[in-house]
């Protein structure tokens, strides 16, 4: 079985499809919390509550970071997606801390940007530009079968 660990942007739905996709392949799939919401706030709602925006957000990210060291540390493959809406600083990092750990790196993103992700695009082993690129990845990984 394959452990692979999604990480990045949150807004779209290619998490969903990289999984449907996946279907029937022995494929196991984690990932950081997808709620906004959930996400932000987990820190304060565990630990207890802070007057300061800062340590409100601290109290999250680093609550946050136990999950994704774990997932990151237990995948055999790494997805990043970095989506166009937001700049996802916390997908790079994610990518470097793969890359530091020599996991196999697949990075999503669109051609606007090639540019500006040079660096972690070299890092990885496969970059590619939609979700469906990646099923075929986890496909030929696991069966050496080429798309159709």
Request: glycine share 10%; charged share 25%; net charge negative.
């Amino acid at each position: 079985m394959l452990n692979v660990y999604l990480s990045g942007e949150i807004h779209t739905d290619w998490r969903e499809r990289i999984v449907e996709g996946a279907s029937g392949l022995d494929v196991a799939f984690t990932g950081p919390v997808t709620d906004h919401a959930a996400s932000d706030d987990c820190g304060v709602a565990i630990m207890g509550a802070e007057e300061s925006k800062f340590w409100h957000d601290r109290k999250g990210a680093q609550l946050n970071a136990i999950r994704t060291r774990k997932g990151i540390a237990d995948a055999d493959i790494v997805v990043v997606r970095f989506g166009d809406q937001y700049k996802q600083w916390n997908a790079a990092f994610d990518a470097g801390y793969a890359a530091a750990l020599g996991k196999s790196l697949v990075v999503l993103h669109g051609p606007d940007h090639a540019h500006a992700l040079k660096e972690v695009d070299a890092a990885a082993l496969a970059v590619v530009e939609q979700p469906e690129q990646v099923v075929a990845i986890l496909r030929y990984v696991l069966s050496g079968e080429l798309p159709g």
